[in-house]
């Protein structure tokens, strides 16, 4: 995954609001990239898959493939430290009662 992030040398981080779509968000801001030309573009969200209750991967598909991709997390990228080196906000979550923030990235190139 390393020689995959390496190719590219521009990303979009992006912010999202508590209860956000976040995964429907960074498809579809994907998709847009793509259609203007930047053929790389490669979204990625925070966090496991929210589209399925059991994931169907193993035998070989996905029930949400257009929309589902893979975490910033499951790619080696420290969330944290990236939020924080581009000055956005983000705490750990202490309490179930504290709302955290939500991010996307969208590698384009």
């Not at 793509?34 to 589209?51: R, S, T, V």
């Not at 202490?94 to 969208?106: A, H, K, V």
Request: with cysteine; hydrophobic share 40%.
């Amino acid at each position: 995954m390393r020689r995959v992030l390496d190719g590219y040398h521009r990303a979009i981080l992006i912010h999202f609001k508590p209860r956000s779509t976040v995964a429907k968000a960074i498809a579809g801001l994907e998709r847009e990239i793509f259609l203007k030309g930047a053929w790389k573009a490669f979204g990625l969200e925070a966090g496991p898959c929210p589209f399925c209750r059991t994931c169907p991967v193993e035998q070989g598909w996905c029930r949400h493939a257009e929309l589902a991709r893979p975490s910033m997390e499951a790619c080696g990228i420290d969330v944290y430290s990236t939020v924080k080196k581009a000055g956005l906000p983000i705490e750990v979550v202490r309490t179930r009662r504290q709302i955290p923030d939500y991010y996307g990235l969208i590698l384009v190139d």
